[in-house]
């Protein structure tokens, strides 16, 4: 309880129950500024955990047709179109100005965001907090994954992420498009709950995550947290000292309201934009109070119960 | 790929990708280089990570002008008009690389007299023929010699078996080392583009003088000795009526600022499909046998030593030209060629001068091509003008398709907007289509040849599934049954057939021929059965053979060399290691050019090739593209012939006179130098010059492929906006490999077409609605995107709109829609035939289109409207030359 009420940066009781087990802290680093949209991401995620196609559906969202995570698409690219500077100007190179519309008075240029997103892995991860079943749980490489054969399809999980990726599967939109994968993959959805697993089988057997693995410039970096925070610190520098518009962090910082992601990104916008919450906290961290106020109204409700008794009793 | 081929010598990317981490500029221009080659743009944001400028030119606002320093919009179709501009603002300011420029290029070389510029007539060279549309390429010819180039229609100008001018071959008897000569290539390049001022560009290609000045600058303060800049590009130049042209003009600017031959200085040519270069390389082109050299025309019946006088430079390695084809006529015919047969070269068939794939359906359309096989193509969707296409094949009495799935150009007769509309049935249709299942890359052993020239050996993984085979088993098999037929026969015509070589071993249940056995006759070998290791080593006696003469050595010393995988992070960053790169494992082509004459690295920062003095050959990271024991100070005998006529300081040594061709006295057929024309549709006039399109385009008159009326003539106002389409990264060119696939069908799921907010406006387009965009071709429908990326240009003081479509789509797979396609006409280049896709006109309109016999009508309707004003006032332009 006091771990979830004062977030400590590190996943309560993890790694400790692995002992000899136990491995760093693995994670990723998507830094969106190399980020060109690609969606080798999404599509070798679904090839590697065999996941079901999420609908064919067009939905005028500039480049985005898959929307959001969810349990059929665990790495999103997100696109927005908009009108800011890519840099703050003037960028600071022999007649290198990229500001001239800006300058003369003219509309703002055209800038188009494109970010790969994904499961945060928490440090302190609302969905494992409320799972009953302990289908959910800290791998030893701090990672949160669910157990497809342990899950009963309670749901319990789907509100407590505070960013909205786990989430029960449903059928493709039109599952007739589909039939040869749903045979491949052989069950039926029951309800059970899918998200990014950070690819524990691979990890397992000492590989990379599949998405990282295709991203063609690097813009997904899987590695120690440790260290792919200390190497995204290096790089928000850089960005800011070539005055890149927006450059931020998000998700490193372990005092957050989830202490810190085990995924998280280099943005060059609020979080907002990208449709991601500006500053989310797990759920569950408000429990201990919670639970006070709870306790205080049953120890209230007892002693006046009591009093009742002694009253009644006179 | 003549545009490279006459300018370098080579009609492939000059450098590998890699290299373009070490770039200080990169200008990405006709090419959607993050959307469509997002492996190799990693090398790009590398540039870009280390502090270089890049510079997107583009009319769309892609993911790669997202990636860019800087996007400039242009309107579609201007290209030569603003890179002409670049050559001017280079020359004007005298910005070239001086010493790169007189040494290694011909800017120093005397143009004989015939020659007349665009300057002078309007538009037009010297030597055209109004008669025949054509030019006489003649007129552009060096004072003094007459000079083959090393690619393009090399036969041009030459009668059969006349060669180049004896003696000296191509080497130019006429230079003015000042460069001040006004006959002199570098003052007719400075007249040539004087014209093409900041101003002139950025009315004729809608951009602002600012952004067009600021990228001028940065080519220039990114060149020289210290510094290099990059081009890279693909379809977005090649597919319009002027495409080879467009590619010289990069050619022309990476001469003048010293950019070829060096570290992070190219041209980048990029390739749509895996081996895309690989299938010009060992060619699917009915004008060019393996190597880059020109196929027997019906001119040529004299001898093969005739042939190659009529058809290749004599100087440089193409002076070693009978070597390369009686090594390839071992290849193919073994023992039966000899020297008393003249090596068979009668056994090769005869091409006309146009064999082209358009051609050939506008002989489909006419009735007069009985059989057809299509393998890896797509044409009822991926070629201009679908409706004629389909129309075609359904005139034929045969078809084969192979492809891994039923595509359009397979399921045509049954499942087609013209069925649809009801103007054919399955019922009218006699063309008998046999759909052959092909395996995929993953079903197979062979090799990709990618964009730079690398070979790239692949492993079968599993069995062929069912019936599907691959493409060697295919034509083995069938070439085995077509030989087994033919044995008994005595008709002399069989003898090429009974006489081939037609044997490799095969393995396993299905037969499968051995791909590394056709590798190694591809390598070739010695009269010891020897692998040959470099293409020096062949022999115009009859004791090699070779099966493409640029790929000797890929099998060297036994080894597949193809199949080399040491990763880059285990040796230099040339990675000589993994894979091979033809010719000889060079990776920067041209690599000479990296030292100055002397030898000497141009500079530290760009140090690449040199002369080692103490050694006496060139070495360096990357393997020299030059006789390794050539010194620099090597100057040729007069009567010299071949590689001995190149002297020890030109990097150009497949070339005639070893020069980079900033002009190109031969080879092309519209033209030595790059001119603004606009598309063979547009709304606009040439402000350049009278003469509106190219000259040289080649029409036809078939009624299946009218075209929309154009600039200043009546009823151009019907279809009044520029279409151009294009590639998405989650799709593959046709579709047949991602629209039935869920996973790549989801990330884009529909027809779109991206319009600007404005154009929305002014046509009652919702975005998320349906649009239907129609020419005097076809009409399809769409799903309307409203995006700022759209960006219109304003071109003469006139905001002009562009409409974007994507060519994906079609009747078949996991997600169908209308095939961008079907509007395109069929208009082409005439050096490379190809189509012009990305520059025509349409008109667009809210709604879906009309279903059933209406879309028919809609179409002919507004032709019919155009027409009519067209029609009794004057035309444009006199009419071209027409290939049915």
Redesign the interface.
Known sequence: MTDLAQPTGSPAAWPDTYGDEAKPRMGFFTDTS?C?????C??AC??WNLI???????T?E??D??SSLNANTWRHVTFV?Q?KQ?HLDPID??????A?ATREGGPQ??????ESDVCKHCTHAGCLDVCPTGALFRTEFGTVVVQEDVCNGCGYCVPACPFGVIDRRHLPRQAE??P??MDLLGKKEDGRVWKCTLCYDRLKGGHEPACAKAC???SIQFGELDELRERAGKRLEKLQAERWNGARLYGHDAGDGVGGFGAFFLLLDEPEVYGLPPDPVVPTAHLPRLWKSTALAAAAMFVGLAAAFVGGGE | MPGLGTSFGRGGATDHQQDLQNADVITIMGSNMAENHPVGFQWVMEARERGATVVHVDPRFTRTSAMATKHVGIRAGTDIAYLGGIVNYILSNDRHFEEYVKHFTNARVIVGEPFADTEDADGLFSGWDPEQSEYDVTTWQYDGTKVHAAAGKRGKGFAPGEGETEPGGGEPPAEDWTLQDPRCVFQILKRHYARYTPERVAEICGCSVEDFLWHCEELCRNSGRERTGSICYAVGWTQHTVGVQIIRTAAIIQLLLGNIGRPGGMILALRGHASIQGSTDIPTLYDLLPGYLTHPQTKDYGSLAAYVRATTPSNGFYGNADAYMVSLMKAWWGPNATEENDWCFDYLPRVDEDNSVYWTVGQMLEGNVKGYIIAGENPAIGSANGRAQRLALGRLEWLVVRDLVEIESASFWYDSPEVESGEVSPETIGTEVFFMPASSHLEKDGSFTNTQRLLQWHFRAVEPREDARSELWFYYQLGKKIQERLKDSEDPKDRPIQQLRWNYPTSGELEEPSAEAVLQEINGWDDRGQALASYTLLKADGSTSCGCWIYCGVYAGGTNMAARRVPHWEQAYVALQWGWAWPSNRHLIYNRASADPEGKPWSERKRLVWWDSEQAKWVGYDTPDFEADKPPSFRPQPDAHGPDAIGGDKPFIMQADGLGWLYAPQGLVDGPLPTHYEPHESPFDNPLYDQRANPARLQNDLAEDPSNPVAGEGGSDEYPYVVTTYRLTEHHTAGGMTRFTPYLSELQPQMFVEVHPDLAAERGLEHGGWATIVTARSAIEARVMVTDRMRPVTVAGKVHHQVGLPYHWGQRGLTTGGAANDLAHMTIEPNVNIQEVKAFTCDIRPGRRPRGPKLTELVAGKRAAAYAKRDGAERAEPESERWT
């Open positions: 190399i060109i949209g690609c969606k080798a999404e599509v679904k090839e079901p196609e999420d609908g064919l559906v067009w005028g500039s480049y047709n898959t179109e009108r890519m190179v022999e007649s290198g100005d990229v001239t240029p055209l800038r188009w965001l494109m498009d589909a040869l994968l063609p410039t690097n």
